[in-house]
């Protein structure tokens, strides 16, 4: 006779080979993505020199403020309330996310070229050539993390390989040009080659039409989380505005190549990022008291790798880091402890960061995320103040510490209050 354990031992063992599947596809999306910007990132540094570098680095930066208000009107809800949700409820939200993802990139796009355009200078026109890719870039994560809400990981990794297969020529006419604008407009019009083809990947064509009823409908998690992610981005912005305005446009090359160093881990970090959330909202759903481990497990793995990883770059010759980041290296490579310690406090954070998403405490995580920016801006413009360049990396390092525990506290309060109050939350549109 079976007993009821023997019966429940295979599900339990197939549902973990589902979660290391997604897992797997996240990392492998993940070092996809993160490759083709290492790429990017090294080869405008070898070609273009420390100043120009910083001017990529500028424009980078302010990518990543737009790239995180779409992740939060457009695809952070969807993450939260559409993973593991039937095929119809998925494709209707993919269709209306999607379109909120590429309407923003329209608007804020063509704020970016009006500004690129009246600054002038060396950063105008990559400012102006950033505004033309803009939504190309934007619909491109907006598929990743539709794939990832939907499981299909695959999908997500071959979008990103269609993206660095379209860069190769591109960067090639790029290098001839030889301009930061012309590296912008290669690495964005690739981007928009891979956009069209997650239209054919996935079947749905971005309605921005739907998104005005897509904010409306998730006003109460988007609004929170766009507040969220521009403090993350923005407080990197403002840090980097900051440190050209204190030290120097070169400064800010050498952070960017420092954490270059850091970026094979980082791809690892940010592609468990793509799934984590998803993943946390399904343990959520199945076994409640788990969460609180399944986020400290993600969160100290993390960590530690981090250490790991920066302990292995300490031991890299010069003549190595030279072949890589060219003139950028001596400098950069003074940085590699603080900056490792930076990236080990945040990913403790991510852990935290994970249970706090789904449980869809958005007015927690909006206040941890508000303390941890305010942290950062303030360690990284003191640091600089006080000691330029390294200072400015060790405040970080210093900030990021303070802000893993805030994160860490406000979800040990939040799942104490899901404990007493435990109420579904079921979204169809």
């Known amino acids: 006779m079976t007993t009821e354990g023997e019966k429940t031992r295979p599900a339990t063992a197939a549902a973990r080979r589902a979660v290391l599947g997604r897992l797997s596809w996240g990392l492998a999306d993940q070092a996809a993505s993160s490759m083709t910007n290492f790429a990017v990132g090294i080869y405008v540094a070898r070609s273009l020199g420390l100043a120009a ?55 804020l796009g063509a704020a970016c070229l009006v500004a690129g355009v009246g600054v002038g200078g060396r950063v105008g026109p990559a400012f102006a050539c950033l505004g033309v890719v803009l939504p190309g870039l934007l619909l491109q994560d907006a598929w ?48 928009a080659v891979a956009a069209v083809y997650g239209c054919f990947q996935s079947g749905i064509r971005p309605r921005t039409s739907g998104a005005r009823a897509w904010l409306r409908a998730h006003r109460d998690l988007g609004y929170r989380y766009l507040v969220e992610n521009v403090g993350v981005s923005g407080a990197s912005q403002l840090r980097a505005y900051g ?8 400064a800010v090359g050498v952070i960017r190549g420092a954490e270059l160093l850091l970026g094979p881990f980082l791809a690892v970090l940010m592609g468990l990022s793509l799934v984590t959330v998803a993943e946390a909202a399904r343990v959520l759903r199945r076994a409640p008291h788990r969460l609180g481990p399944f986020c400290l497990l993600l969160g100290g793995g993390q960590a530690v790798a981090a250490l790991l990883w920066g302990g292995a770059l300490l031991l890299v010759p010069d003549r190595v880091g030279e072949l890589v980041l060219g003139g950028v290296w001596h400098a950069a490579s003074e940085l590699i402890v603080p900056v490792t310690l930076g990236v080990a406090g945040a990913g403790l954070g991510t852990g935290a960061a994970a249970g706090l998403r789904a449980l869809g405490a958005a007015r927690r995580s909006l206040r941890a995320q508000l303390l941890a920016s305010t942290c950062y801006v303030g360690g990284g413009l003191g640091g600089a103040v006080a000691a330029g360049t390294a200072g400015s990396a060790w405040g970080v390092a210093a900030a990021t510490a303070c802000g893993s525990a805030v994160w860490w506290l406000h979800l040990r309060t939040a799942l104490r209050e899901h404990r007493q109050n435990p109420i579904p939350e079921v979204r169809t549109s």
Request: glycine share 14%; proline share 3%; no cysteine.
């Open 53 to 107: 570098f910083g001017v990529f680095s500028l424009a980078w930066v302010t990518y990543g403020v737009v790239l995180n208000v779409s992740r939060g009107l457009a695809t952070d809800p969807l993450m939260v309330r559409f993973s593991g949700v039937p095929d119809t409820a998925w494709r209707g939200a993919v269709a209306r996310s999607s379109g909120t993802a590429l309407g923003v990139g329209a608007a």
């Open 144 to 191: 990743r993390f539709a794939f990832f809400a939907a499981g299909a990981g695959r999908k997500a990794f071959v979008n990103d390989l269609v993206w660095g297969v379209a860069l190769v020529p591109a960067m090639v006419v790029a290098a001839r040009v030889g301009s930061v604008a012309a590296f912008v407009l290669a690495w964005g019009s690739s981007a």
């Open 243 to 250: 440190l050209g305005a204190i030290v120097g446009v070169s």
